[in-house]
């Protein structure tokens, strides 16, 4: 079965520090993934994907991820996170061509001044 | 970027009544869109894939004669909440892909659905 899965349901920082929130995958065949972040009340917003090349991606806001085959991982990074950037963050994966993904739980992630 | 339009963003309907939810793509012909239904603080669960010209895909457990979905164009899909109860209060999102696998799903903005 294919999955995504967030292991943490909240990732507290300082503002000023680094952050990482993580996520692996269970997808077959050759993974596309996803990050979006969802402010309360909101849809969700693309923040950046992984299809092929570069395992490094960098996104939206200042954000990258870091494809890992190895380790199944794509964990969303941040050098110096923001007040602002907190939210709720959705990792996602497909391998198929019909475009369906599969979300992980969410991360609520909580920027403090 | 591409933009999925979602209406209404909220929506207070009495017990019994029905409710149609529109989900378009703005600036693109999508295929295929799906629904997720989303309780609070909780991750986006699929509910349906909806084809264009073609009758939806539901997931395991969700209700087809409950939860209507129709694809009648290349850039509009609806959910219809039928004979709506209290318990099918939650947050609906729909979203559209550009193309097939592999590029970004586009995502309304939701529609907060309260059945008092």
């Known amino acids: 079965a294919q999955s995504v899965a967030q292991p943490e349901d909240q990732v507290n920082v300082a503002e000023g520090n680094p952050l990482t929130v993580k996520c692996t995958y269970s997808v077959s065949g050759n993974p596309y993934l996803f990050w979006y972040v969802q402010y309360p009340n909101r849809g969700l917003q693309f923040l950046l994907k992984y299809i092929t090349g570069d395992n490094l991606v960098k996104g939206s806001y200042g954000f990258e991820a870091e494809f890992n085959k190895s380790q199944t991982s794509f964990h969303l990074k941040k050098p110096s996170a923001l007040v602002s950037d907190s939210a709720l963050y959705f990792c996602?994966?497909?391998?198929?061509?019909?475009?369906?993904?599969?979300f992980g739980r969410g991360t609520q992630l909580t920027v403090w001044p | 970027g591409a933009v999925v339009s979602q209406h209404p963003s909220r929506v207070i309907c009495k017990s019994g009544t029905s409710v149609k939810i529109e989900c378009r793509s703005l600036d693109f012909q999508a295929t295929t869109m799906f629904w997720y239904r989303q309780f609070p603080k909780q991750s986006l669960m699929l509910m349906a894939t909806?084809?264009?010209?073609?009758?939806?895909?539901?997931e395991q457990g969700v209700e087809k004669d409950k939860f209507l979905i129709n694809h009648a164009s290349l850039t509009l899909s609806t959910l219809t909440v039928t004979s709506a109860h209290p318990e099918d209060s939650s947050f609906y999102i729909c979203s559209a892909n550009r193309g097939g696998g592999g590029t970004e799903a586009f995502f309304g903005q939701g529609t907060r659905l309260t059945v008092v």
């Open positions: 996602a994966g497909g391998g198929s061509t019909l475009g369906r993904l599969y």
């Open positions: 909806s084809n264009e010209g073609s009758k939806a895909t539901y």
